[in-house]
């Protein structure tokens, strides 16, 4: 049985619609992101799992459970959001206790409860003080232990790190990642942030304007995007995209674009009437080439180079477009000189030119 379900969901507010016709299944102990542009809707689909916002058609099962028409505290959820509001007179212990205070549970069951999920978050220092006096990422936890203290079913989080620096958030990213694997507790976690996505999920849900454009591990996602949309929202720095001409030649197919004619063996991809196609290639995939004949190569010359540490991207033209490539520092070659950039066909993605769709073989 799964956690959650959700069948043909909708969710309109007047004639403009939100989510659109949307089917999912989370598997019980699984972290699922929703991961897309702002607007796309992942807040509102979050929001309609946890019973804050009507759901305008379809089903939503929790625990094998319709609850379409159940109140959000009968569902079995906790949400954790991006403003976390504490209350500010209030000890960290009594922010803690609130909601099992307001069930009116026992007072030594409370105690015990809070000082559980103190040590599992590391907080059981600072009970006795109130949230000003900590610092963001000590406030941040004890949001969430605020919510853990119910031992809900579900864990629903939405962009609970975005109010934190890079370094916190960093931080609070491997906290979460640490909870959920002591925990197990089902969670679905909402970002803009495709490293966030990338390092916590087992699974993404990669949304675009009410719509599910792709469902998958990190690594399928990041290996086998789907279409356009997809691979040129996941990595960084972006995918390269480049229009080439497909034809054939003896047994081999040719890819041609303005810049480059790539020869390929064509057997990961479906190309049979396919004439345009869009080619993908990811910078770390450009490696400097040598001066063996036959590789697929792109060259021009290297107007921007941008130092990233152990790596350097290099921004060169070729056929006026401009393509990046990720190369180890050692690699880069100076400004304003020639580059020749070998890649392998394994490394290659291509989708068709009409429909974006992705021709790699299933
Ligand atoms: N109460 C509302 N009334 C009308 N439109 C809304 C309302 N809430 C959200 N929207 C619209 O729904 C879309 C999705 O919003 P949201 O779920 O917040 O996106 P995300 O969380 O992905 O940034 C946006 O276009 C937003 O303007
Ligand atoms: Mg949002």
């Known amino acids: 049985m799964s956690a959650i379900t959700c069948s043909n969901v909708e969710k309109s507010y007047g004639a403009t619609?939100?989510?659109?016709?949307?089917?999912?299944a989370i598997e019980e102990h699984e972290f699922v992101v929703f991961l897309g542009p702002s607007g796309c809707g992942k807040s509102t689909l979050l929001r309609m799992l946890a019973g804050l916002e009507d759901i305008s058609g379809g089903e939503v099962s929790i625990g094998g459970k319709v609850v379409n028409d159940l109140d959000p505290g009968d569902r079995g959820i906790a949400m954790v959001f991006q403003n976390y509001a504490l209350y500010p007179h209030m000890t960290i212990f009594d922010n803690i206790a609130f909601g099992l205070k307001r069930q009116k549970v026992a007072k030594a069951e409370i105690q015990k409860r809070v000082e559980a999920v103190s040590k599992t978050l590391g907080l059981d220092p600072y009970l006795g003080r109130k949230p000003a006096e900590l610092s963001g990422g000590q406030q941040q936890r004890v949001a969430i232990a605020r919510a853990m203290i119910k031992t809900p079913k579900v864990f629903l989080f939405d962009e609970p790190l975005s109010n934190l620096d890079a370094k916190l958030r960093?931080?609070?990213?491997?906290?979460?990642?640490?909870?959920?694997?002591?925990?197990?507790?089902?969670?679905?976690?909402?970002?803009?942030d495709q490293l966030e996505a990338m390092t916590l999920a087992d699974r993404i849900v990669l949304l675009r304007d009410g719509r599910i454009e792709q469902i998958g591990s990190p690594a399928e996602i990041y290996e086998r995007p789907g279409n356009l949309f997809v691979a040129g929202f996941i990595g960084?720095?972006?995918?390269?995209?480049?229009?080439?001409?497909?034809?054939?030649?003896?047994?081999?197919?040719?890819?041609?674009?303005?810049?480059?004619?790539?020869?390929?063996?064509?057997?990961?991809?479906?190309?049979?009437?396919?004439?345009?196609?869009?080619?993908?290639?990811?910078?770390?995939?450009?490696k400097t080439a040598g001066t063996d004949a036959g590789q697929s190569v792109l060259e021009g010359t290297a107007d921007l180079i941008e130092f990233h540490g152990n790596d350097a991207l290099v921004i060169f033209g070729s056929g006026g477009k401009e393509i990046s490539a990720l190369v180890p520092t050692r690699e880069c070659p100076a400004v304003n000189t020639h580059v020749r950039y070998a890649v392998d066909e394994q490394s290659l993605h291509l989708f068709d030119a009409k429909s974006g769709v992705s021709l790699l073989r299933q």
């Open 170 to 192: 960093n931080h609070m990213r491997i906290e979460i990642a640490r909870l959920h694997q002591s925990l197990k507790t089902t969670t679905v976690y909402v970002t803009h």
């Open 236 to 286: 960084t720095p972006n995918m390269n995209f480049i229009d080439v001409a497909v034809g054939r030649k003896e047994s081999r197919w040719t890819l041609t674009s303005a810049g480059a004619v790539f020869s390929i063996d064509g057997s990961r991809f479906n190309l049979q009437h396919v004439d345009r196609a869009v080619l993908g290639i990811r910078p770390p995939d450009l």
């Open 17 to 24: 619609t939100v989510i659109r016709d949307l089917n999912l």
